[in-house]
């Protein structure tokens, strides 16, 4: 079982409507949770992180973390063709007490089609 | 401010060169990391350096070989490269601790 789990897409949605990013996760330690954008030959920016139970809302974008279902999704609202990227699920776990080590799930590709 | 800077941006390099990549970071962060990625996959943790010690070593080759003059400076100095080792290599801070990474813009090397 791989550590962070993302579908790899295509994700495809309309332009104007919700894309919803799933991810999940197999170390119930983990304790910070993050989401990067990346554009094709471009470097992850961030987009959000969370380290809390429910929701956390950021412009168009809402992080949902739910701990107990070991479960973390990005939606993002009103969704314009410039948010056509992969996005990387990230996952630090505990035990790392002096420099953190980042798991990244595969990556979705996400497409949103005028 | 949470920029990361990288140089070269692009780099080819034959398998008997010797080069290196610099990164640099000046928000005060003590924790950096080389990431190798290669294309459609996921950034691969190479070395993580705390406190401008090397923390993490995740068994990279020794042709790949890290240093960090100080707590603003990361580099990687390569030497004797394969054709697959051609990827993006991306340089991340953050503050020690599990806390964001901040990802730097990438050198692209290609090893002829």
């Known amino acids: 079982q791989k550590e962070v789990e993302q579908n790899s897409g295509p994700l495809s949605v309309p332009e104007g409507a919700i894309a919803s990013l799933n991810c999940t996760y197999s170390?119930?330690?983990?304790?910070?949770f993050f989401w990067y954008r990346q554009y094709s030959g471009k470097s992850p920016e961030l987009i959000m992180s969370i380290y809390s139970n429910g929701d956390k809302e950021d412009g168009r974008f809402t992080a949902q973390l739910n701990k107990a279902s070991q479960y973390v999704s990005l939606l993002i609202r009103d969704s314009q063709p410039s948010d056509s990227a992969t996005y990387l699920c990230a996952v630090i776990n505990q035990g790392y007490s002096s420099a953190s080590k980042i798991i990244f799930g595969s990556g979705t590709r996400l497409s949103i089609r005028p | 401010d949470t920029e990361v800077t990288q140089t070269p941006k692009h780099l080819v390099m034959g398998m008997t060169n010797k080069k290196s990549l610099k990164c640099e970071q000046h928000m005060g962060h003590r924790a950096m990391y080389w990431y190798k990625q290669k294309a459609k996959k996921p950034p691969e943790l190479m070395f993580v350096?705390?406190?401008?010690?090397?923390?993490i070593n995740e068994s990279v080759p020794s042709r790949f070989s890290p240093e960090c003059p100080n707590s603003s400076l990361l580099n990687l100095h390569l030497h004797a490269l394969q054709p697959e080792d051609s990827a993006l290599y991306l340089c991340?801070?953050?503050?020690?601790?599990?806390?964001?990474?901040?990802f730097g813009p990438g050198t692209r090397l290609t090893v002829l």
């Open positions: 350096y705390s406190y401008e010690k090397l923390s």
């Open positions: 991340a801070s953050s503050q020690v601790g599990p806390n964001t990474q901040y």
């Open positions: 170390d119930r330690v983990s304790q910070s």
